[in-house]
């Protein structure tokens, strides 16, 4: 087609006409980004009714507008694709095929590095215009850029939008960590409060209060001793906290939530902490640990109050023991340095509180209620909790080795069983080893039994597909599932031609690749830009921005139709080809065996992060169009990264 056309051009021109038709003008100009940083611009002026072609056109398709930029000498450097406007996209009269070409002007935008003293350069431009009838035989125009009389970037308005965006992410994201943090601190807070009500420590506050306002010589001093003594407790579990952060590290704990030794790990010693909890038997620490302690206590001073909140510390294990164990390990599997810290602050900050405020206001420890059967029923529950959170990292396991053992609806009716029984236990059906009888049932007990039972009903749309998003932190994302599109559905129905190296991903059905070269190849040949998702399959905020903001209508539309999506697992356990087995960059004499080893160094060495999620967007020479970002729940603030990005590739 393109030869039979380039045929009819050179007749026209050669035969039959007398005059020489010029429908094109060029001109150019330089605007000056910093000292060596140049915009060279190169503006079509296009006769009326004449067009001039794109840069990409189809295959068998007119000639494209080609820029060649002389840098014979090595003085510049070309920094991405030369752009183009935004020109139309139609059906062409003269090929027959949807091209996009100009009309009236068409201005091309190349952006270089200059390299020691220039003041021109030289270029060309290889063209070919038609209009509804013929077509010109491609031309060559030269072009020259004369840098000594650059004006000011003109594009400030883009550069300030695309600043004034990623200030705002930025300022999402650190809100996010922020928030992430504060949600750490709020949940060991809870969690020591349930401690608190456990038959280890309830029972010990009335009696560590009277020792100290007894033995005291006055009321003031029995308060500062419990006071010590609070501030003695929050010391040892934050020092615990700190020797995880120490003996770990930020990196160690970051691959927590992906090494499947690790989460195999914590599973098994949630289910033991949970049976325990039931009532099958009890953790102990050694007792010669605690009549140590027991003796060092009575030195009296400081020394002995320490040694009085050590001791509080070791009696207490069989109840506070799995709770501890468990902030940590979800403290520490969130990949923050300072999570576990953290944790230990709320958790101890709750145990410590009662102490020192009994100790105050001793007259409020008569409005405490009795100890008795409700202790353990806060154990049988906390062991309910701990038996579900434990399924989450064994599902962490089978996700990162892909193993499909506990795909989605499995995962979700085991929840149900537990929560499940959990509400039967609280309306008094199920009896457990150390349970008081039940003559009745509490309006509290009651009350939580029918909020267990409502969230039971609410998981059991999940084996149907439901997305479920109160909790879409816990469970396999949707498309890890025995029916990713929905049960009786078999497939996303007909999408036309799926590229080599891409795959829908349910349920959403977006376009992705999982190979970088074959996204990026796919990209250039269909014009868009690229995004890459730094993920894992076992990372809870990447699933949290799957099911929470990808969602979005406005973001599902971008993600599926303005970008091409590359999601690159760096947790992937699948062994590199022989031929891409190569030695780690990071670790000199280490080969990279597996896929997700790739990815992850391709992450750090690149961007300079190993956390997921990490969102970048890029054009087509690998150039950042703006800032990536982490996570970013804020499903307004991602969009607007989005849009900026897509706008700037555009532009």
């Known amino acids: 087609m393109r030869n039979l056309f380039l045929f009819f051009a050179l007749l026209t021109v050669f035969v039959g006409r007398s005059q020489v038709l010029e429908p094109v003008k060029w001109s150019t100009s330089v605007e000056k980004i910093a000292d060596t940083e ?40 070309l920094v991405g694709n030369t752009s183009e406007g935004k020109g139309h996209t139609v059906n062409d009269p003269v090929f027959e095929m949807t091209i996009k070409f100009f009309e009236n002007t068409a201005i091309f935008k190349q952006k270089i590095n200059v390299k020691g003293d220039v003041s021109t ?17 491609p031309t060559e125009v030269d072009l020259e850029f004369k840098l000594s009389e650059a004006t000011a970037a003109t594009d400030t308005n883009i550069a300030a939008t695309t600043e004034k965006v990623q200030k705002e992410v930025s300022q999402a994201i650190d809100s996010s960590s922020e928030k992430g943090i504060w949600s750490i601190f709020f949940i060991a807070f809870l969690s020591g409060f349930a401690a608190l009500l456990t038959p280890c420590v309830f029972p010990m506050i009335p009696m560590t209060v009277s020792f100290f306002t007894k033995q005291s010589k006055n009321k003031a001093v029995g308060i500062r001793n419990a006071i010590i003594y609070g501030i003695s407790i929050i010391a040892i579990y934050v020092l615990l906290g700190i020797l995880v952060s120490l003996i770990f590290g930020a990196d160690a704990l970051n691959a927590l939530s992906t090494n499947v030794w690790f989460n195999i790990i914590f599973f098994v010693l949630l289910i033991i902490f949970a049976v325990s909890f039931l009532g099958a038997f009890e953790i102990m620490l050694p007792n010669s640990w605690a009549n140590k302690v027991d003796s060092q206590a009575d030195r009296g001073g400081l020394i002995g109050i320490f040694f009085m909140a050590l001791a509080l510390a070791i009696v207490s294990f069989s109840c506070t023991g799995p709770i501890v164990g468990t902030l940590l390990v979800e403290a520490a599997s969130g990949g923050s340095q300072i999570g576990p810290i953290v944790g230990m602050l709320g958790f101890s900050l709750a145990i410590a509180l009662p102490f020192a405020l009994f100790a105050a206001f001793p007259g409020w420890l008569n409005s405490l209620p009795k100890s008795g059967g409700w202790l353990n029923t806060v154990k049988v529950v906390l062991g309910f909790l701990e038996l579900a959170l434990a399924f989450k990292f064994l599902s962490n396991a089978d996700l990162v080795l892909q193993l499909h053992w506990l795909e989605r609806e499995v995962f979700i009716a085991i929840w149900i ?41 609410y998981m059991i749309p999940g084996l149907w597909g439901a997305p479920l998003n109160l909790i879409s932190a816990f469970p396999p994302p ?17 999408h036309g031609d799926i590229p080599d190296g891409a795959h829908l991903m349910p349920p959403h059905n977006i376009l992705a690749f999982n190979d970088y070269d074959k996204g990026l190849a796919y990209a250039k040949k269909v014009g868009k830009p690229v995004m890459i998702d730094f993920t894992g399959h076992a990372c809870v905020n990447c699933r949290k921005m799957e099911q929470n903001v990808w969602v979005k209508p406005n973001i599902l539309k971008k993600l599926k139709n303005d970008v091409v999506l590359i999601s690159l697992y760096v947790d992937d356990k699948r062994k590199l080809d022989a031929d ?53 729940p804020d499903a307004e603030v991602y969009n607007k990264w989005l849009e900026t990005g897509i706008s700037n590739f555009k532009k």
């Not at 499940?420 to 457990?432: D, P, V």
């Not at 949707?478 to 007909?494: K, N």
């Not at 780690?584 to 160094?601: A, N």
Request: proline share 6%.
């Open 580 to 632: 891409d087995v190569v030695e780690s960059k990071l670790k000199p004499g280490k080969k990279l065996k597996y896929i997700g080893q790739k990815w992850s160094e391709l992450q750090t060495i690149k961007y300079k992060t190993n956390s997921q999620p990490f969102y970048v967007l890029m054009d087509h020479s690998e150039n950042n169009l703006i800032d990536p970002v982490a996570y970013t």
């Open 38 to 77: 140049y915009v060279l611009i190169s503006k079509a002026t296009i006769d009326s009714g004449w067009h001039l072609y794109s840069q990409n056109v189809p295959q068998d398709g007119p000639i494209p507008t080609t820029f060649t930029f002389d840098d014979s000498e090595g003085q510049i450097q």
């Open 478 to 494: 949707q498309h890890y599932s025995e029916s990713p599109y929905g049960v009786g559905v078999a497939s996303a129905g007909a």
């Open 121 to 137: 350069v030289q270029a060309f431009v290889e063209f070919m215009v038609c209009d509804d009838a013929r077509c010109l035989p």
């Open 417 to 457: 069983a537990i929560f499940g029984a959990l509400a039967f236990y609280l309306f008094g059906k199920i009896q457990l080893p150390h349970d008081s009888p039940l003559s009745h049932i509490s309006v509290g007990r009651l009350s939580l039994g029918l909020i267990v039972l409502a969230f039971t009903i």
